[in-house]
Nanobody, 120 residues
Framework: QVHLVESGGGLVQAGGSLRLSCAASGSIFSINAMGWYRQAPGNERELVAASTSGGRTNYADSVKGRFTISRDNAKNTVYLQMNSLKPEDTAVYYC??????????????WGQGTQVTVSS
């Protein structure tokens, strides 16, 4: 079993910055991708940013140039640096990790979610 612990959410004024962290632990043999999703009230969960083991990253168009995803593979941790925050970035942010716990033991785990609120 793989457990994710998120931290770093909070309340910030528009134009401010926050940094989210997500640490994975447990039965991890390898990690293929780490990413962040968000869900605002009344909306579906959407991909914000993702990072693959090959070093590729992709971002939602709405956050390009403002958010940066990075990872520390030695610590099985992924970060999301969020700059120039806007009120529309307000949502619960979820960490997602996909990998393997061993032979034919793929996993997908979700964090508990952390609230990000941007005031205007």
């Amino acid at each position: 079993q793989v457990h994710l612990v998120e931290s770093g959410g909070g309340l910030v004024q528009a134009g401010g910055s926050l940094r989210l962290s997500c640490a994975a632990s447990g039965s991890i043999f390898s990690i293929n991708a780490m990413g962040w999703y968000r869900q605002a009230p009344g909306n579906e969960r959407e991909l914000v940013a993702a990072s693959t083991s090959g070093g590729r990253t992709n971002y939602a168009d709405s956050v390009k140039g403002r958010f940066t995803i990075s990872r520390d593979n030695a610590k099985n941790t992924v970060y999301l640096q969020m700059n120039s925050l806007k009120p529309e970035d307000t949502a619960v942010y979820y960490c997602n990790v996909r990998g393997s716990s061993g032979y034919q033991m793929d996993f997908t785990s979700w964090g508990q979610g952390t609230q990000v609120t941007v005031s205007s």
